[in-house]
């Protein structure tokens, strides 16, 4: 125990938790406070709710969350950790806290007598909650982040599954104990998402380091077509209702797409080396990254999916894993930010924006990485989500940087041939001049 103590930032840890509970219940208790001022608080609940049984035994794994909570700041084995775990949990609280301000909502019918056991924690979580406090549900959006956290603790498949089932009978229990409606559970794990995200907990910059306002007007523009598109689907989640809600998804996922396009750039989707998204990431943009897909295949679904460059390298569409067999297992190369590799060895990634020009180094990055592809004596696919920019782009750079191509003239005319489809304007001529302007291998 002594050594668990001194390997770990114990002290941090409480120093977190001293300021953590007194936020939590501050805030929480004033939005309560807040709705109960008000004359008329909504209340936005389902008509089948109603058939939801009431399981006051369920209210042992509610509670338990706080459990959690307290203790996971001390299984943090370094200060960065355990510091981007604590912003998440005071962002998740911050952000809710706002919703509840901003729309007050009431729990639509009231809980039955409770005797026993349960009675206990049901008084207790009475004095100080109120049936406000109610979309995102703040329960949720913890049990999201702290799911996270402690899964990374955990290596036995058993202890895996205990954990998963744990964090489901806490989510679970919000309905059966009354305490929610159906639709503070989503959007109370979009809230969870979004702080796993804003905060990941490996050495790499934050989405709130990495806000770099951006000055290319094409970038402006994307960002206010995602931006519109997602208030028209705001627009009609609301305006349907129901199962219209669930159009609220993909509004916030087009959100955060316009963010990245306005601010964050290719690193807001959280795209790995290896051409992999983390999961919260994977779970944000699922309805953006889904279009993309189907756009994807309706655009090459008549073309190969590589086509030869020059002998070793091959340019194309991100494949699936059994284009990428049959094309003999070559090492892949992404210039994909929105759309994942298949999980294959040696894979590699450098992330660029959809119709975006890179800035030269960018392009420069791309084609070293092909290049080191290569001298480990492996066939290269190159590929992104169509095949026509941003790969072809890589591609050129490195015929000139690294190949045999004389000019860039040259480089581009070679890969043209190979696959006429490709789509380079000024804007991606001018870039490649730049990067390929001063350096060459011999």
Same mark, same amino acid.
């Given at each position: ?18 300021l *953590?509970?007194?936020l ?13 001022? @008000?004359? +008329?608080v909504?209340?936005?609940? !389902? =008509? ?9 035994? /369920? ?18 084995? &370094? ?22 301000? $901003? ?22 979580? @009475?004095? !100080? &909650?109120?049936?406000?406090? %109610? ?19 955990i290596?036995? @498949? #058993?202890? @895996?599954?205990?954990?998963h ?18 639709? &503070? ?22 989405i709130?380091?990495g806000?770099?306002?951006?000055? &290319? ?7 206010g ?13 609301? $305006?349907? =209702?129901?199962?219209?809600? #669930? ?18 750039? $290719?690193?807001?989707? %959280? ?26 295949? $309706?655009w ?6 590589s ?22 297992q ?10 994942? *590799?298949?999980?294959?060895d ?9 119709? +975006? ?15 080191? %592809? ?6 290269? #696919?190159?590929?992104?989500?169509? =095949? !026509? ?19 860039? =003239? ?9 696959r ?14 730049h990067?390929?302007?001063? /350096?060459?291998?011999?």
């Amino acid at each position: 125990m002594r050594r668990w103590f001194a390997e770990r930032p114990w002290r941090r840890a409480i120093a977190w938790l001293v300021l *953590l509970g007194p936020l939590f219940y501050a805030t929480y208790g004033f939005a309560n406070g807040w709705a109960a001022s @008000r004359a +008329v608080v909504p209340t936005l609940a !389902f =008509g089948w709710e109603r058939g939801i049984p009431f399981w006051p035994w /369920t209210i042992f794994p509610y509670w338990t969350i706080n459990v959690f909570y307290a203790l996971s700041l001390f299984f943090a084995r &370094d200060r960065h950790t355990m510091d981007r775990h604590a912003l998440r949990l005071v962002s998740a609280t911050v952000i809710a806290v706002s919703c509840f301000v $901003a729309w007050p909502l009431r729990f639509g019918f009231g809980q039955p007598a409770v005797s026993g056991a349960p009675a206990f924690l049901f008084d207790a979580l @009475r004095g !100080f &909650d109120q049936p406000f406090n %109610q979309a995102p549900s703040l329960h949720i959006a913890l049990a999201v982040i702290l799911w996270d956290w402690y899964r990374r603790f955990i290596r036995p @498949r #058993w202890a @895996r599954g205990v954990l998963h089932g744990w964090a489901f009978a806490i989510c679970a229990s919000v309905l059966t104990t009354w305490q929610h409606h159906f639709i &503070d559970i989503p959007t109370g794990a979009l809230l969870g998402l979004v702080c796993v995200w804003l905060w990941p907990l490996e050495r790499v910059a934050s989405i709130r380091q990495g806000w770099r306002v951006t000055r &290319d007007p094409q970038r402006w523009k994307l960002a206010g077509l995602y931006g519109v598109g997602a208030l028209i689907l705001l627009g009609a989640a609301l $305006a349907i =209702g129901g199962l219209g809600l #669930w159009l609220s998804w993909p509004a916030a996922s087009l959100a955060l797409v316009a963010l990245n396009y306005a601010a964050l750039g $290719a690193r807001g989707f %959280q795209m790995d080396g290896h051409g992999r998204m983390r999961w919260a990431a994977r779970w944000l943009f699922a309805p953006y990254r889904l279009g993309a897909a189907v756009n994807a295949w $309706a655009w090459t679904r008549r073309l190969p999916a590589s086509v030869e460059v020059a002998p070793g390298l091959r340019l194309g569409r991100i494949p699936s894993r059994d284009e990428w067999a049959a094309a003999g297992q070559p090492r892949l190369v992404s210039l994909c930010a929105e759309l994942q *590799l298949p999980a294959v060895d040696g894979a590699r990634c450098v992330p660029m924006l959809d119709l +975006v020009v890179p800035p030269p180094h960018r392009l420069q990055r791309a084609a070293h990485v092909i290049d080191a %592809q290569r001298r480990a004596g492996h066939t290269v #696919w190159v590929c992104c989500a169509l =095949g !026509f920019s941003r790969s072809a782009a890589a591609t050129i750079a490195w015929l000139r940087l690294h190949g045999t191509s004389a000019s860039l =003239g040259d480089a581009e005319a070679q890969v043209r041939r190979a696959r006429p489809q490709i789509v380079l304007r000024r804007a991606w001529q001018n870039a490649l001049d730049h990067a390929t302007r001063h /350096t060459r291998t011999p």
